[in-house]
């Protein structure tokens, strides 16, 4: 069964950092490029994120370039997200997301992870 | 700044048919765009409808259609179920590894 897995979040002040993890399982991880997803409280989806199969290009919406950081580990089918200096409105629920139609589309999604930046 | 439109909400009848639209704030939508389609319930995760403006994936079921209408993408649900009150958001891609979400459209059927 194709599954992928998010963790690591939780409650973070604001200026502090977090890692998410997401953990594939059931398909070929390293052929896939993957991306990650947040969902404000009440609010819509947003593209957050995205990587290569191979991890060498990486791609990031203007709100979070240059404090979040995308990567993955092929050999243990995972994927993370290191997230810096976080503010009140990166609060959210956070989806991994595999792509799908020569990686421009989401196909499967994980379950989400919820993020609070709170003091 | 790129927008990406959707109706702010929809209501459709049982058994009724439905037809969604995604569009660009500047500028017409075209299958350049790679146009998807997600449905979401309040507290689950998105799933995949649509992608490549009308590839259907795995195990949806052909009441849903994709297609260009016009100058926007067009998510076309046929004989609406209950069960297909949900959230729905399109995404286009931008080029350059950055999707956009549109703003959803809330579907009730009743």
């Known amino acids: 069964e194709v599954q992928l897995l998010e963790s690591g979040g939780g409650l973070v002040q604001p200026g502090g950092s977090l890692r998410l993890s997401c953990a594939a399982s059931g398909f070929t991880f390293s052929t896939y490029a993957m991306s990650w997803v947040r969902q404000a409280p009440g609010k819509g989806l947003e593209w957050v994120s995205s990587?290569?199969?191979?991890?060498?290009?990486?791609y990031y919406a203007d709100s979070v370039k240059g404090r979040f950081t995308i990567s993955r580990d092929n050999s243990k089918n995972t994927l993370f997200l290191q997230m810096n200096s976080l503010r009140a409105d990166d609060t959210a629920v956070y989806y991994c997301a595999s792509r799908v139609g020569g990686a421009k589309a989401f196909d499967i999604w994980g379950q989400g992870t919820m993020v609070t930046v709170s003091s | 700044q790129t927008v990406v439109t959707q109706e702010p909400s929809f209501s459709v009848s049982p058994g009724g048919t439905v037809t969604l639209t995604c569009g660009l704030n500047s500028g017409s939508v075209s299958t350049t765009y790679y146009p998807s389609w997600y449905q979401q319930t309040p507290g689950q995760a998105p799933r995949t409808l649509i992608y490549s403006t009308n590839t259907r994936s795995s195990g949806v079921p052909d009441r849903f259609s994709g297609s260009i209408l016009g100058n926007k993408a067009a998510l076309t649900i046929t004989g609406a179920q209950p069960d297909d009150e949900s959230d729905y958001y399109c995404v286009l891609y931008m080029g350059s590894g950055i999707s956009v979400f549109g703003g959803g459209t809330k579907l009730t059927v009743l």
């Open positions: 990587i290569s199969g191979s991890g060498g290009s990486t």
